[in-house]
């Protein structure tokens, strides 16, 4: 496979949601040169842009990490992370999953794998019990979350796609128009004066 774009994940659960994704909408990421890449971790996020900086690149990030992305990428806020491919997830990518089927399409994916029951008494527990429903599953999520990455987008309806997952792949599409930092707005050596996008 040559090589022609790179998207940047947390994890594995991240980058098993976005090819699930991809495959959905009838994209074959391999044919088209594109991987999905866990980061484990922004510490590694400089090395990664020094390794793929010769290939298109797109990322998704946990908006508290958003400083780290700003200092990596030489990007001085959202709007210009956006414009090289970096797109922010309000809390994590399983929480923008969890808003965007809705606690009626969680339940019924809770159902389907035979964990409804475990949700109810999860939800029942005093440290949990006055949270909103939809704390409630992102936390009953979060030790779950690679087993239900692929089921979630699975169930989604393409019409609500979250938006950031949305926006990496439209990036690395291969029609989509190329975004550029220019250089010159960050003359200091080193991965942030590379070109992204």
Known sequence: MELRGIVLVEGTSDRRAVETLARRRGRDLSSEGVAVVPMGGYGNLPRLLGQYGDVRLAGLYDVGEERHFLRALGCHDRGELERVG?????????????????????ERVLAEQGELHAFRTYQKQPAHRARPVEEQLHGFMWNRKQRYAVLLVEALDLERVPRPLDRVLAHVSLGSTVHQRDASSNPAPGPASRRYG
């Open 86 to 106: 970096f797109y922010a997830c309000t809390r994590d990518l399983e929480d923008e999953l969890t808003r965007a089927v809705g606690p009626d399409g969680m």
